[in-house]
T-cell receptor, first 111, second 112 residues
């Protein structure tokens, strides 16, 4: 009965590779997000989608491209991975403002 | 502007109350949240408070909101070892319904 699930949970890859993280929510929410948590635990929003439309893009490099095939899915594709992309990426979803639910996170390590 | 600040560390004795404080800058924030993150885990929504409320209580958790001073606090009564985690304060700024801004997180450690 997982509400927001993301895969993979752990990902180790070499610089220059392209990788994707998938996210799915079964809560019927209309808004989905990607957040990045750096090594100092700071959390920052990257993207927000509402009904498959991009509504927030917080100065994220073009190498990051979100894709929302439907309301329940928001995937994150990253091209030409760099060392600085190493972080934990959290997917989240919400309906309205009151509750935003997060996935368990995807730990990305670029070597 | 949109900014949320909280102290980085708090250490309390087991059985005591923990009070984690947070200040925010956006006076038009509608919702304010507390999230908990245990080591190696995701973010768990603990509680939230709507901006027209002063207080919200949920079992061992009490949230106090001082809207005039833009100050939010989370009190955990009878703190247990399982409460060890990072606690994030977050706001939903009035300018955007579609994002929340997080503080830096307060790492709560419990002494025996």
């Amino acid at each position: 009965d997982t509400a927001v699930s993301q895969t993979p949970k752990y990902l180790v890859t070499q610089m220059g590779n392209d990788k994707s993280i998938k996210c799915e929510q079964n809560l019927g929410h209309d808004t989905m997000y990607w957040y990045k948590q750096d090594s100092k635990k700071f959390l920052k929003i990257m993207f927000s989608y509402n009904n498959k439309e991009l509504i927030i893009n917080e100065t994220v490099p073009n190498r990051f491209s979100p894709k929302s095939p439907d309301k329940a899915h928001l995937n994150l594709h990253i091209n030409s991975l760099e060392l600085g992309d190493s972080a934990v990426y959290f997917c989240a979803s919400s309906h309205g403002r009151d509750t935003i639910y997060f996935g368990e996170g995807s730990w990305l390590t670029v070597v | 502007g949109e900014d949320v600040e909280q102290s980085l560390f708090l250490s309390v004795r087991e059985g005591d109350s923990s009070v984690i404080n947070c200040t925010y800058t956006d006076s038009s924030s509608t919702y304010l949240y507390w999230y908990k993150q245990e080591p190696g885990a995701g973010l768990q929504l603990l509680t939230y408070i709507f901006s027209n409320m002063d207080m919200k209580q949920d079992q061992r958790l009490t949230v106090l909101l001082n809207k005039k001073d833009k100050h939010l606090s989370l009190r955990i009564a009878d703190t247990q070892t399982g409460d060890s985690a990072i606690y994030f304060c977050a706001e939903n700024p009035g300018s955007s319904a579609s994002k929340i801004i997080f503080g830096s997180g307060t790492r709560l450690s419990i002494r025996p």
